[in-house]
């Protein structure tokens, strides 16, 4: 008899945790769960699980100063439950984890939270505050796990799954590195810089851009490729932006993409990915790289370092350091050697931790411990 599980999520924007449901759907076993989504009824995750053909129950979630919807959600959430026969809730972010435990309180069924956010200064770990209400705790980076720290219950309920990627999409073989600038309309003999991080400020795109503007006078033929958009005001954060980058001299050499349903013919283009996020639990862009096989220089906060083997697979820089980031980038960009031995190891290592088989499994692992 099939596991019938209720995940639900609060924005159908496509980002990380978004591209984490569809993996996850994509893996799980349909003859043993039967998978159903709760989240608002447009948009690119709502377009993609109904490619998928996954079954999709409208709804609206909001944060926790929403009291009256908060309420109204857990209530609507619990009747489904009970007339539907979910024998789990799965809540995929802080804004569904206390609807999804209130929920599962409610009818007695289990419930598993996805934790996946750094706490900012002045942020409420509201996940922390009403951890009785979970049977268990996913984090997908140690970083993440540190969250719940400091009682022996709680620490029962984490478990650290770094999020998967499929090793067989995203492959070096994809497309050989010159076919893909040609195909991006990029010469053959230009150095690549990409960065794969939608365009909210926490990415910190104002330093890959200021430290390019040092690297492109170092060598004057290398170029910044940014794909993605800002889930918040992406219009005027994209301007914002390319203000920047005019304002900086560097126009000419910086293409802004925009947000791409497949980021691959981009990515194989690079000689290096770049992520300065200010704060990252676990970065989908670095996942997707080091599949491809491509070096990373990423800034040293959260789950960066879990993900990049410094001077192996890639280099770290302090979050902000527009110099040390110039520099990182200038010293692999000029050292073919280095830049091929570490793509090497980036897709030895997404090989060994990242795969997305392994990913499922361990979720399921989850899913099967709160169910029996």
């Keep these: 008899m099939k596991s019938k599980i209720l995940i639900l999520h609060h924005r159908t924007e496509m980002g990380g945790a978004e591209r984490s449901i569809l993996n996850l759907l994509s893996g799980l076993d349909r003859n043993t769960y039967e998978a159903t989504v709760s989240c608002p009824g ?7 699980l109904i490619r998928m053909d996954i079954r999709v129950l ?18 609507r959430m619990t009747k489904i439950i009970r007339e539907e026969g979910f024998c789990l809730v799965h809540g995929n972010a802080p804004q569904t984890n206390f609807v999804a435990g209130m929920a ?11 934790a996946r956010v750094l706490l900012e200064p002045g942020m409420v770990d509201w996940d922390r505050h009403f951890s009785r209400m979970t049977d268990a705790i996913i984090c997908n980076s140690q970083a993440i796990a540190g969250r719940f ?6 620490r029962r309920k984490v478990h650290v799954i770094v999020n998967g990627v499929n090793t067989r999409d995203f492959t070096p073989n994809y497309m050989e590195k010159s076919a893909a600038k ?24 104002e330093t890959v851009l200021e430290a390019f503007r040092q690297t492109q006078a170092r060598l004057p033929g290398s170029i910044l490729v940014i794909v993605g958009e800002a889930l918040v005001a992406p219009v005027a954060r994209r301007r914002e932006l390319e203000g920047l980058a005019e304002s900086l001299g560097i126009v000419g050499a910086v293409r802004f993409e925009g947000f791409r349903d497949d ?3 981009f990515m194989a283009a690079c000689d290096v990915v770049v992520q300065a996020s200010r ?30 083997e410094e001077n192996r697979t890639g280099l770290l820089f302090e979050p902000g350091d527009r110099d040390g980031l110039a520099r990182q980038l200038s010293c692999l960009l000029a050292d073919a050697a280095t830049l091929t031995a570490m793509g090497t190891a980036a897709r030895e290592k997404a090989i060994r931790d990242l795969g997305l088989e392994r990913y499922c499994e361990r979720v399921k692992a989850v899913y099967d411990a709160v169910l029996t």
Excluded at 188 to 195: A, K, L, Q, S, W
């Design 42 to 48: 447009s948009g690119r995750l709502f377009d993609g």
């Design 58 to 75: 409208p709804a609206e979630f909001h944060g926790l100063h929403h009291i009256a919807a908060l309420v109204g959600n857990a209530f």
């Design 104 to 114: 599962g309180k409610l009818t007695g069924v289990p419930v598993v939270w996805h």
């Design 149 to 154: 720290e400091g009682g022996e219950t709680i």
């Design 182 to 205: 040609k195909a991006i309309a990029v010469a053959e003999d230009r150095m690549v810089i990409g960065c794969f991080d939608r365009l909210d400020p926490v990415k910190d795109h």
């Design 263 to 265: 980021v691959r013919p």
């Design 279 to 308: 704060s990252e639990g676990c970065s989908r862009s670095i996942c997707e790289a080091l599949a491809m096989g491509r070096p990373i220089v990423a800034s040293r906060v959260g789950g960066n370092p879990e993900l990049v």
